[in-house]
């Protein structure tokens, strides 16, 4: 078990020797395992339900929590931690419609939109219309800019983000789903597209919108740190994982040697910032809050990065293109390491993430008894905030 404060931001970076495999997050076959999971709508129309429940972390420890719920069949207002990732397509004319299921007021807000959000029903808060408990109020904006952006409550806003009211919205590019913007530079593997949302929890804060009482927002001191809703190691876990009912969202990337590069979709609802950095290989940024990084001439401004900081209300976009260094090859030039000694490679219960063999894409022999997590001999890589909140 990790050590709470220091190692919650983990998310292991795979890398991968097969092919990830696609399965079930809830018995639909389009779901995989691993990697964004979008909610879309043919007419572009989303029906959110803000809502509250409680989310499991690793500790042991249950919290209660605030967020929006997918109120479209099946989810029918099922309670989720974070919210659904809203997925449309550049141009598209966008509907969302919020009932609150809370006993206060609340809003959704659109931050990064080129064009106005227009609102109807409820009552003029801050920053938009708001619903009052048991109301609706749709919300309309036409997706401009291609991107990766944050939507979340636009009332009480240290409040009610810190409980969870917050979500992602990818716009995809007209130049097609192959591509993160309207660039041919900004290629990617589609099947390899993940999203890391950052969260913050002080469960004194949780713990005092759940009974009532009264909190000095002065002494805020976040103590779990969450990646799509999840604390580590449960960010390992498959979409949709049984285990985790309410955060159906997991973390775990896949890369391969020369592939095509994977993109990572970075997002920070919370209020600290995170310097993030991944073991084992650079990241490309090619965007940042849902714009292509850009020189003032138009030219590619794309920058590698062996860490960036991703600050709070901020979303950046990152390829990982994995450089074979080593020009792998699972027969002509297998990619050696030290053999551990068998007394050192179990952690729970017998089982293992050492494949048995010492070559990378290989499995071998392991003693009698152990289970195997190593399913393909990949390799493994943390990937984490160098705040050490």
């Known amino acids: 078990m990790t050590p709470p404060r220091l190692g919650r931001l983990l998310v292991a970076l795979a890398l991968a020797a097969c092919v990830a495999v696609l399965g079930s997050a809830s018995g639909a076959s389009s779901v995989p395992r691993t990697g964004i999971v979008c909610t879309t709508s043919a007419t572009n129309t989303f029906d959110l339900v803000a809502t509250d429940g409680t ?4 500790d042991g420890n249950a919290v209660y929590m605030w967020s929006y719920a997918n109120g479209a069949a099946p989810a029918n207002g099922a309670f989720q931690y974070p919210g659904p990732v809203l997925c449309v397509d550049e141009g598209a004319t966008v509907t969302v419609r919020l009932r609150n299921g809370l006993a206060q007021p609340t809003s959704v807000v659109f931050p990064g939109q080129d064009g106005q959000v227009t609102a109807t029903g409820g009552a003029n808060g801050l920053l938009t219309r708001e619903a009052a408990p048991g109301q609706t109020v749709t919300y309309s904006f036409v997706a ?3 991107g990766t952006y944050l939507y979340e409550s636009g009332t009480d806003i240290a409040k009610q983000i810190e409980m969870g009211l917050y979500g992602a919205l990818v716009v995809r590019p007209s130049l097609g789903g192959a591509y ?4 041919a530079a900004t290629k990617f593997d589609p099947s390899r597209e993940y999203m890391l949302l950052l969260g913050e929890i002080d469960p004194d804060l949780h713990h005092a919108v759940e009974t009532g009482g009264t909190y000095d927002f002065s002494t805020l001191h976040n103590h779990y740190f969450t990646i799509n809703g999840r604390s580590f190691p449960d960010t390992l876990q498959d979409n949709g994982s049984s285990l985790l009912p309410a955060q159906p969202y997991g973390a775990l990337i896949r890369t391969q040697p020369g592939a095509t590069p994977a993109l990572i979709r970075m997002l920070n609802a919370g209020a600290d910032n995170h310097p993030f950095h991944p073991h084992g290989n650079h990241t490309l940024q090619i965007a940042q809050d849902g714009r ?3 020189s003032p001439a138009g030219a ?4 590698e990065h062996f860490g960036e900081t991703i600050a709070a209300g901020q979303t950046e976009d990152f390829l990982l293109p994995w450089v074979d260094a080593d020009q792998w090859n699972p027969t002509s030039n297998q990619f050696p390491i030290a053999a551990p000694s068998y007394v050192n490679v179990t952690f729970k219960d017998s089982a293992t993430w050492y494949s048995g063999s010492p070559y ?13 997590q190593n ?4 390799r493994y890589f943390p990937m984490h905030s160098h705040a050490l909140n």
């Open 55 to 58: 989310i499991q972390l690793p």
């Open 180 to 183: 993160a913007y309207d660039d």
């Open 144 to 146: 401009g800019a291609p």
């Open 360 to 372: 990378l894409g290989y499995k071998g022999t392991l003693p009698t008894g152990t289970t195997p």
């Open 292 to 294: 292509m990084l850009q």
């Open 300 to 303: 590619h401004a794309f920058t």
């Open 375 to 378: 399913l393909c001999g990949e």
